[in-house]
DNA sequence: AATGATACTTGTATTATGCAAGTTATTGAT
DNA sequence: ATCAATAACTTGCATAATACAAGTATCATT
């Protein structure tokens, strides 16, 4: 899977984002990596989802050479990488929201509360600064 | 894959959408229905991308069984099916935009034009409310 | 009644994912 | 300085999903 090739070149943006992210764990990584704020390989381990060792250190792989993420040392202790978003990973924040929104309304057993849900929908925007905030003021910390 | 069960119930939106639709294929053909129009089975098999028959037939069998699609005879020739979205499906167009800005940013191969990408994102409620109206129209008529 | 069109189904090969166990490097305690 | 524990993976094999090729059922047209 890190070495897949480029086939699809269709040049639908649908397509492109199929490929690249269209597998049944990549945007769940990414979604603990946005917004739920994970940075270690244990803590994905530990999602409540249950992706297997093997998958996650191929889709950690994959996601770090299409630079959605970056893979850095942990100063504090040697043994632990941190991963982090890029600017590719940050710019799916819109849609990560539209998802939400659209999985909450059909899902009868949603874990979105009322006022969350409020919060995306009332201003986008202002929940992308803040989540974008974040990141910026550890990376230049 | 029609018969799968509900297994990872987690409560989080992002998992829930991807348990729908996070296949190869769902969200082409949703795609295919939604943007550029396509009603026919014969017409999903023809995508640039390469559907193979047996998993397009499991595909739309489940989309319908979701209620995302919904599939009735052809009045003109009794051999066709229609597929055509239901408000679940027309609710994914905010998610589908989002989609397509962002992979049309990331990818140099895009085929998507700076008009129709102005379009998008200059005002996308009044492109919803287009291809809303469209399915409304043809539906009613 | 025969032919072609449309929408599938079936069988098998290939690829992706899941599961269990093992490996390497670093750390903190003795 | 040594050793057990931790963190991040890798490897091997079983199972599940997808791809490819071929076949079948139904309706429409002649």
């Known amino acids: 899977m890190v070495d897949m090739k480029y086939k699809t070149r ?11 992210l269209g597998d ?4 769940l990584i990414l979604r603990d990596v946005i917004i739920l704020g994970k940075q270690y390989y ?3 381990l530990e999602s409540e ?3 297997s060792t093997n998958i996650l250190a191929d ?3 994959k996601l770090e050479k299409l630079k959605i993420l970056k ?5 504090n202790n040697l043994r632990k990488n941190i991963y982090s978003p890029t600017e590719k990973a940050l710019d799916l924040l819109p849609m990560f929201i539209e998802m939400f ?14 006022e969350h849900l409020d919060r995306f929908r009332g201003d986008k925007s202002s929940y992308i600064a803040d989540v974008r905030a ?5 990376t230049t910390r």
Not at 12 to 20: G, V
């Open 71 to 75: 893979k850095t040392r942990d100063p």
């Open 49 to 51: 989802e249950g992706i």
């Open 10 to 20: 269709t040049g639908c943006p649908c397509a492109y984002f199929l490929e690249l």
């Open 134 to 138: 974040k990141f910026n003021s550890t």
């Open 59 to 61: 889709r950690l792989a």
């Open 42 to 44: 244990h803590e994905f």
């Open 101 to 114: 929104i659209w999985a909450s309304k059909y899902d009868l057993y949603t874990a979105v509360t009322r």
């Open 24 to 27: 049944k764990w990549s945007l």
